[in-house]
């Protein structure tokens, strides 16, 4: 069985500029999250899809990040601009209903310069 | 809301010791919880979970876990370590009545050969 596939693994861009992160989660998943790791924390929750509708998002910075799922498959994580505070690791898991056991991928590791 | 708090940031043990890593919750309804563990250079990967019935959990590689409802607490214990087990460990709480899992902060565990 295929695990949940990110992309890029890493990213360096400059304050201001903007990136994209692309999550293909297990298929038949139902359910997608995005969280973000900062260096010496757990992982925070930024949004939770339930197949293409948001279900959570009150922990995503609306004013510079979004997030779509199109078609209840893949998902973009978005970021425009840039902070430097925004320098983390974005991971991706998916679960097949709900809050069973998430399968996460690899991580995009973020670096802003 | 619902938060989860790991005692120990960083532990240090010798191999065959015994380990404990505390997690205690805050939230006063029914909760499902989990350990999850990442290897260096891995993803974050399930340990142990609980949802209900016996609270004395057991999870992958001799882990086990007991959630005590009194103390909000879902402790992970290991009776003999081994070099294998270092890894980063994150306790994570889900409301039973939502899909959101919050993570703690994690503890990391480095084993001495």
């Known amino acids: 069985e295929a695990g949940v596939a990110q992309s890029p693994r890493y990213k360096i861009i400059e304050k201001r500029q903007s990136v994209a992160f692309w999550c293909n989660p297990i298929?038949?998943?139902?359910?997608l999250y995005w969280y973000q790791q900062i260096l010496g924390q757990g992982p925070k929750l930024l949004i939770q899809?339930?197949?293409?509708?948001?279900?959570?998002d009150s922990q995503l910075p609306k004013d510079r990040f979004s997030a779509e799922r199109l078609k209840g498959v893949d998902s973009t994580l978005k970021i425009q601009p840039a902070k430097l505070e925004d320098s983390a690791v974005y991971l991706c898991a998916s679960s097949f209903r709900g809050a069973g056991e998430l399968f996460f991928g690899e991580g995009s590791r973020l670096t802003v310069l | 809301a619902q938060s989860v708090s790991q005692h120990n940031h960083h532990v240090i043990l010798s191999e065959a010791a015994s380990l404990e890593l505390g997690c205690n919750y805050s939230?006063?309804?029914?909760?499902?919880l989990f350990w999850y563990v990442q290897y260096p250079g891995q993803h974050l990967q399930l340990l142990l979970k609980y949802f209900s019935g016996d609270p004395l959990v057991k999870g992958i590689k001799g882990f086990e876990a007991e959630f005590i409802k009194s103390k909000f607490s879902f402790n992970l214990r290991k009776p003999s370590v081994q070099w294998s087990d270092t890894a980063e460990y994150f306790c994570?709480?889900?409301?039973?009545?939502?899909?959101?899992?919050?993570f703690g902060k994690g503890t990391r565990l480095h084993i001495l050969p």
């Open positions: 994570a709480v889900n409301a039973a009545r939502d899909d959101k899992i919050i």
């Open positions: 899809f339930q197949n293409n509708g948001v279900v959570d």
């Open positions: 298929s038949g998943h139902a359910t």
């Open positions: 939230y006063g309804g029914t909760v499902n």
